[in-house]
Nanobody
């Protein structure tokens, strides 16, 4: 089992920045693909950014150039640096872990991000 704990959410004005962190338990973090998802009020959860164990990265179009996903395998942590935040970025942000070959994924509890106009 993998436990994920997100942190770093909060309230920020439009144009501001936040950095989200997701700490994973266990010893196989370096082998896992990791992702950040978000669920805005009244909308379905969507992928924001993902990073594989090999460092391949993809972003949803709406955050390209503004958000950066990274990982530190020595700290079992994946980050989401968010800049130039917009009110439409307001959502609960979730971390997801995908261990290779396990056939299941794990989710964190979520962290709220509120961007005021």
């Amino acid at each position: 089992q993998v436990q994920l704990v997100e942190s770093g959410g909060g309230l920020v004005q439009a144009g501001g920045s936040l950095r989200l962190s997701c700490l994973a338990s266990g010893s196989i973090f370096r082998l896992m693909s990791m992702g950040w998802y978000r669920r805005a009020p009244g909308k379905q959860r969507e992928l924001v950014a993902a990073i594989t164990s090999g460092g391949s990265i993809n972003y949803v179009d709406s955050v390209k150039g503004r958000f950066t996903i990274s990982r530190d395998n020595t700290k079992n942590t994946v980050y989401l640096q968010m800049t130039s935040l917009k009110p439409e970025d307001t959502a609960v942000y979730y971390c997801k872990a995908d261990p290779p070959g396990w056939g299941m994924v794990y989710w964190g509890q979520g962290t709220q991000v509120n961007v005021s106009s």
